[in-house]
């Protein structure tokens, strides 16, 4: 069986780092290594090549983000040209988890307010409970 020419492959973690779904490349060799990286349904090793029209699945907590791969490169790109190299396939369920506060635990009040009396706290968690 015929191989491939090697600029038709690339490592996993260097694509991913190449194209800025992470920031650094050891980030990405570590969500590789932790199971947070699938390509077509399977978990990705760092070291696994992919190959234009496979599908990876990145697990960024809480969102799972889906991409298409369209092109291969070694090099980190600027967004811009990043962002040729993958078609972003996240379902837009996914996304909308990044716009709820909830999961953040984090609760607004004006500046000037204080820290919520007994009276707020018990209506605030009764609210809570309700959605």
Request: aromatic share 8%; glycine share 4%.
């Amino acid at each position: 069986m015929k191989e491939k020419p090697e600029e038709e492959k690339v490592r996993i973690d260097k694509w991913l780092w190449s194209v800025r779904i992470y920031k650094t490349r050891s980030q990405a060799t570590e969500a590789c290594r932790s199971g947070k990286v699938f390509v077509n349904n399977e978990p990705a090793k760092p070291g696994r090549t992919i190959r234009p029209g496979e599908i990876v699945v990145v697990k960024k907590t809480p969102v799972w983000y889906t991409y298409e791969v369209k092109a291969l490169t070694e090099k980190r790109l600027p967004a811009p040209l990043a962002a040729e190299h993958y078609r972003n396939l996240t379902p837009e369920e996914e996304l909308n988890k990044l716009n709820i506060t909830r999961l953040s635990g984090f609760e607004y009040r004006e500046k000037g307010c204080g820290r919520p009396t007994k009276r707020e706290r018990r209506e605030i968690n009764r609210l809570k409970k309700l959605s």
